[in-house]
């Protein structure tokens, strides 16, 4: 079981002309498919006079992945696809890539445009930065305060670590590991709750 991913390091915004066409990439980091789409919606509204505003993103891993693009009325394949392409040549997930269009009165012609989109949503990422993270998995566990050093002490041993606590007659945690270490960590709070 897969641990980490590749993502995009900060949001970025990189612009470009080529044959009198300015291209404005946006990438931003997005863990759902949610997020992605608010992002393409609101990247497009705040272009809405552009001629294009052309998108993909890349939700997930392995299994759980999910990818869409769009090529938002250029001629099909010549938008949409190069910009999926440049998330994939640089191995990230959970990121949306919109590149926005506002044509110069000069055509590209097929091969133009994929080269136009594909460069432009690379520069983006490039400037963005690649980072690497960790899949976790978050949990929801009730302990007694006697019971609270093995929880501190099996969460050391697992990478994990505790995100909520609220503290009354009982304990109750919200914690996250690193997904490969989810089944143990079932396993022995399974055991510390007999």
Not at 52 to 77: L, Q, T
Request: aromatic share 8%; net charge positive; charged share 25%.
């Amino acid at each position: 079981m897969e641990d980490q991913y590749k993502t995009v390091a900060r949001e970025m915004t990189t612009k470009c002309k080529i044959q009198r066409s300015l291209f404005i990439a946006h990438v931003r980091e997005t863990p759902t498919e949610k997020e992605a789409r608010a992002f393409i919606a609101r990247t497009s509204s705040e272009h809405k006079q552009a001629t294009h505003n052309c998108w993909a993103y890349r939700i997930g891993v392995g299994k759980d992945e999910v990818s869409y693009f769009d090529d938002n009325g250029e001629p099909r394949g010549t938008a949409g696809k190069p910009i999926y392409g440049a998330i994939l040549s640089r191995g990230i997930t959970n990121v949306a890539v919109v590149v926005t269009r506002y044509f110069g009165g000069k055509k590209l012609g097929v091969r133009g445009l994929i080269e136009a989109y594909a460069g432009a949503a690379g520069d983006a990422i490039d400037h963005a930065g690649i980072i690497t993270k960790r899949l976790r998995t978050t949990f929801s566990f009730t302990c007694t305060y006697a019971q609270l050093d093995q929880v501190h002490h099996l969460l050391n041993q697992l990478e994990g670590e505790i995100l909520e606590s609220s503290y009354s007659d009982s304990v109750k945690l919200t914690i996250a590991v690193p997904r490969s270490q989810a089944p143990q960590l079932q396993k022995s709070l399974a055991d510390l709750a007999r």
